[in-house]
């Protein structure tokens, strides 16, 4: 037996005008779960505490609720000391338990062909639809998607039934237009939703990108997405050329300041490339300082993402051939990428013959140099294809707390991605200014990310400098040499 301390979000709506939070210390067995936390609390201390489950094994999604902020299944959840349970964000009937009704009964209805007009579905099929066909409705997507806090988006579970009628041939409905009807390209592609799913559905992957897909077949595509992808047609960039860019000021080859501890070939992306050329600088002042010697291919073009994200796949296979080629022909058996939308889409969308790592990861596995640190107090935005996309959390906090004090904030998404900046822009500055409402709150100087997509739109959206975590290390580099040279 061990002795918890856990705190609970109680409301009722016949006493309380809003909910509060009550601590209660419960003794359960050795990896006892949250739910017989809740049980415990209920059978000892306070029988009128109101939480729903019912198979207590996984498999119904009724015992859904937040711990420490996540969404997550209270029967599956190993408890922990100093916890807070809280219901799903969604409406509170009572405690922690929420109306699921009015989201589920927007969930789309299968609508069957008549008698022998019935065809049954083919292998094939069948394996496209298994990977949607796990939902167990417990609605911890909905209740953490960001995208149907500030528009009429019906979230990710409605779009993932969409997908799955739309793949079986018993189902007689037009699934695409219902789709774009409910929000399909309000999605930001966050993966928050992939990673609350108890049953790991890759609904951005799996559902909404070929549900884009589907509408871009039928010309249901936004007109500035069938922009961006006619530029990258013609010019093999994403973003059109104002500037000289970064790969016309450097060359392939850059050796660092000392021995060589390592080679990586640079994926520079189209962002860094052609619009926020600096920060690629600044990361190749860190990588010279650190012992990394950079190979920058300078016939290397537009991973794809903009296209894979918005569903227009027609040119997106020569795309990565051409990337593939680009790096394979170098003898290159590491590429660095410094964009979280370039490296999420070369870990996942390629089937790559050498390793992709994040510059934040390429770092932290050699290690560097320490820098000065700086008197700044900074709050740092996790970008999403970088902590959901490629599971990069901790190297880049690693790496800040070097040079700065780190003060944390909520891990939401900015709205730069998805293709929803360019296609829905009002949505974009919707959760941009949510992001700056946050960032204020911190009380931080700066703003640290590592994304150029979330560089540019947080910059829009708050007073405070936002710089890319190289930007800063390079500062307190030169901060070092400063000290060093007063001697």
Avoid: W
């Avoid at 964000?89 to 405690?95: A, E, I, Q, T």
């Avoid at 922009?227 to 047609?233: G, T």
């Avoid at 906090?397 to 822009?425: A, F, H, N, T, Y």
């Amino acid at each position: 037996m061990k002795e918890l301390h856990v705190t609970v979000q109680r409301f009722d709506p016949k006493k309380d005008k809003e909910s509060r939070y009550e601590s209660y210390t419960v003794s359960v067995n050795d990896g006892a779960r949250v739910l017989h936390v809740l049980h415990a609390i209920h059978d000892t201390i306070d029988p009128t505490l109101a939480y729903r489950y019912c198979c207590s094994s996984g498999q119904c999604g009724s015992c859904a609720v937040r711990v420490n902020g996540e969404p997550v299944l209270a029967c599956m959840e190993e408890a922990k000391d100093d916890i807070t349970i809280a219901p799903l964000n969604l409406p509170v009937k009572r405690d922690l338990v929420v109306d699921l009704l009015p989201k589920i009964e927007q969930i789309a209805s299968f609508r069957p062909a008549a008698g022998a007009d019935t065809k049954l579905p083919t292998k094939e099929e069948i394996d496209a639809i298994k990977p949607l066909r796990d939902c167990i409705e417990c609605l911890a997507c909905v209740s953490i998607c960001p995208a149907m806090d500030v528009t009429q988006f019906l979230g990710p579970t409605a779009m993932r039934q969409e997908m799955r009628l739309a793949l079986d041939p018993r189902d007689t409905g037009d699934r695409v237009p219902d789709a774009i009807r409910d929000g399909l390209f309000n999605c930001t592609s966050c993966q928050a939703c992939y990673k609350a799913c108890p049953k790991k559905i890759k609904i951005p992957g799996k559902a909404i990108e070929k549900l884009r897909a589907l509408a871009n077949q039928r010309g249901f595509t936004l007109p500035r997405h069938r922009e961006v992808a006619a530029l990258i047609k013609e010019t093999g960039r994403s973003v059109v050329r104002t500037t000289p860019t970064f790969m016309e000021q450097v060359g392939e080859r850059i050796e660092p300041f000392g021995p060589a501890r390592a080679t990586v070939g640079f994926f520079v992306g189209c962002m860094y490339n052609m619009r926020q050329q600096q920060s690629a600088f600044d990361a190749i002042e860190v990588l010279k300082r650190n012992g990394i010697r950079v190979i920058i291919p300078h016939d290397q073009i537009c991973c794809g993402s903009p296209l894979i994200r918005t569903g227009q796949l027609a040119i997106t296979d020569s795309l990565r051939q051409r990337n593939i080629d680009t790096f394979q022909s170098r003898g290159i058996d590491t590429v660095m990428t410094m964009c979280a939308g370039c490296g999420s889409t070369l870990k996942h969308d390629y089937e790559t013959p050498f390793a992709v790592l994040d510059i934040n990861q390429l770092l932290t596995k050699y290690g560097i140099e320490p820098p000065a640190r700086l008197p700044i107090k900074a709050t740092y935005h996790d970008p999403c294809h970088l902590m959901r996309g490629q599971d990069v959390k901790e190297e880049p906090r690693q790496l800040i707390r070097q040079v700065v004090d780190l003060v944390e904030m909520p891990s939401i998404c900015c709205g730069s991605g998805g293709g929803v900046k360019s296609g829905v822009p009002e949505e974009a500055a919707a959760l941009g200014k949510r992001r700056g409402e946050e960032i204020k709150k911190t009380g931080a100087d700066i703003v640290i990310t590592s994304c150029p997509f979330c560089e540019f739109h947080i910059a829009s959206h708050t007073d405070k400098p936002v710089k890319n975590i190289m930007t800063v290390l390079l500062e307190g580099y030169r901060e070092k040499d400063r000290r060093a040279g007063k001697k």
